[in-house]
């Protein structure tokens, strides 16, 4: 019993000496393109360190179940929970910025068993607790984090170099990641806080991931029971709206590169088209404010916004005629109209 003691306490004293040092060396490594990742997917978590391929990985993975472990107030638990399940999947995409061998495939296959069983975990603790404020507002910021899980995941399922039965293990974990969302979304019990929940996720999105979400949206509704699917068409409807103004404030090189990383996904043929539409109606709007700036005419924003909420339901009406809609300004009001 002594000599078990021993050797535990001996195992954590070298997990302390050797962690901070094996989080320097990857510190080294890691890019400046890499912490720009993190920060752009905000995950809660800082840009990746030891990655599964350093042989010393195993240290960072006790760490991870110690700190766990030590964490005794249940809110912080399952907040930390799923800040470990993130960090899990940004250490999978940024190891995919290197060659990776057969065997840092196979580890790839075993961190999203464990993002899984994470997964699980706090679906099932929110289960118990959901009545917790605390736990409602996690669920909230869940939803948030799951877009961008999935967004990750759907680049990791692309990947060419991707072995197909680790490109099945993606599409098992997208699925149940998903299904797990759906699952705490449902124990919120109200609509409007569904909805909301689902509005503010949308808002704080990086606009690659905005495009994907539509995709996203589809998914999450077929989870959902029926008396929760209505709430996502609104917040689908919202989000291409969202979606538009977005696209209207970029240059076209940005927007069509943005539907190249888009397009890479493999989406659906008719999201493929939705999105194209819409970027169509964003380059058309976006042409109408160059061409007022052009000719010295100012147009205030609540007019652009009209301006765009009004073509898109002009096109909705128009596209079966195949009209187009084009904006123009009324000279004497210095108004938008068509």
Do not use: C
């Not at 118990?128 to 999935?150: F, G, Y």
């Not at 005419?297 to 909705?316: C, G, H, N, P, S």
């Amino acid at each position: 019993m002594a000599k078990t003691k021993f050797l535990f306490l001996l195992s954590i004293l070298v997990l302390i000496l050797l962690l901070p040092l094996s989080n320097v060396q990857a510190e080294e490594q890691t890019t400046d393109d890499q912490d720009t990742m993190a920060q752009e997917l905000n995950l809660g978590v800082s840009k990746p360190g030891f990655l599964p391929s350093n042989p010393l990985y195993f240290i960072k993975d006790w760490w991870r179940g110690i700190k766990l472990g030590l964490t005794f107030n249940q809110e912080k638990k399952e907040e930390l929970r799923l800040k470990q399940a993130n960090e899990i999947l940004l250490e999978i995409d940024t190891l995919f910025n290197q060659p990776v061998d057969q065997k840092t495939q196979e580890k790839v296959s075993q961190m999203l068993d464990k993002y899984q069983e994470q997964s699980a975990k706090f679906k099932t603790k929110a289960e118990e607790l959901k009545s917790n404020e605390k736990i409602q507002k996690l669920i909230e910021q869940n939803a948030a984090w799951e877009i961008r899980r999935q967004y990750l995941l759907k680049k990791l399922e692309n990947r060419s170099e991707l072995k197909q039965e680790i490109k099945d293990k993606v599409r098992e974990t997208v699925r149940s990641s998903l299904g797990d969302l759906a699952s705490e979304l449902s124990f919120l019990e109200d609509q409007e806080k569904i909805e909301a929940t689902l509005n503010s996720a949308i808002d704080y999105v990086q606009t690659a991931q905005l495009i994907f979400s539509l995709d996203f949206l589809d998914q999450l509704r077929t989870e959902l029971p029926a008396a929760a699917q209505g709430v996502v068409s609104n917040t689908r409807q919202r989000t291409v709206g969202t979606l538009r103004r977005r696209l209207v404030d970029l240059d076209k090189i940005t927007r069509d590169n943005l539907l190249l990383e888009f397009n890479s996904l493999n989406p659906s043929e008719p999201i493929r088209s939705e999105v194209q539409a819409t970027a169509n109606q964003a380059e058309n709007i976006s042409n109408f404010i160059l061409q007022t700036k052009k000719n010295n005419i100012t147009v205030e924003k609540k007019t652009v916004d009209q301006a765009i909420e009004e073509t898109m339901r002009l096109f909705d009406q128009s596209s079966n005629s195949n009209q187009q809609i084009q904006p123009v300004i009324n000279p004497e009001s210095e108004s938008v109209d068509y």
